[in-house]
């Protein structure tokens, strides 16, 4: 089965670029399931309900979040009923929401997987012990595991891919917003890349006015930041997994660059 990946989705251009642009991909490459990680759809903050619902009526089928998942206060109230959304598992519990989701696609069962590190980052659970506890349910359910794990430092995202490694199909790295070139099957057959990188504004500071972050570290005062415009890149990945065994048979980077917004 042929999966897009697409990496953290930043604001409303590039929203508007997969609204044009996401149908055609998926038919040119013969894409079969969508997994978009969307923590920065809305304004680079967090993601509303309407956005969610244009996001699926691309042709997105399963949305991951991260530490930006509680930005908009109105996921509070839906974030229960809408299975095709997954945050961090290791949010302490109780806690709205679900970690993993299961999608049946052509009888085969796919699981949609969210876990954060915690190096400069929130300390949530520590994601390798609440691996093993999703783990051991998520392996009877699942015919294929996707994880997103939503990470800002590369040891712990290299560790994980080697902690899951036979476990899961494919882990992909997402929250930096630039693309790592170390994509690779590990040894039993799970593909790993540390990061997919970012769906959003090209000339901008991983997805925010350059300017305002330059002003930002000159004067080390809290200035507001806003979403830059101009154009799109879109930074993704498409994977290769065999439905019978679960394994990654290929993975691949998957980058454009929209000149108009
Ligand atoms: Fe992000
Ligand atoms: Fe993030």
Redesign the pocket.
Known sequence: MKFLII??I?GRGARNILKTKLEGIIKENQIQFVIA?G??ASGGNGLSYKNAQELFSYGIDVITM???TWDQKEIYKYIDQEERIVRPSNYPSPCPGRGYTIIDKNNIKIAIYNLSGRVFLNSLDCPFKTFEKDYKNLKNLADIIILDF?GEATAEKKAMGWFVDGKVSLIFG????VQTGDERILPNGTGYITDIG?TGPYNSV??VDKDIVIERFLTQRPIRFEVAKGPIELNGIIVDINEENGKCENIQPYKQLYLQE
């Open positions: 990496g953290d930043v990680n923590e920065n991260g530490n930006h939503h997402t929250h930096t917003h970012m991983i997805g």
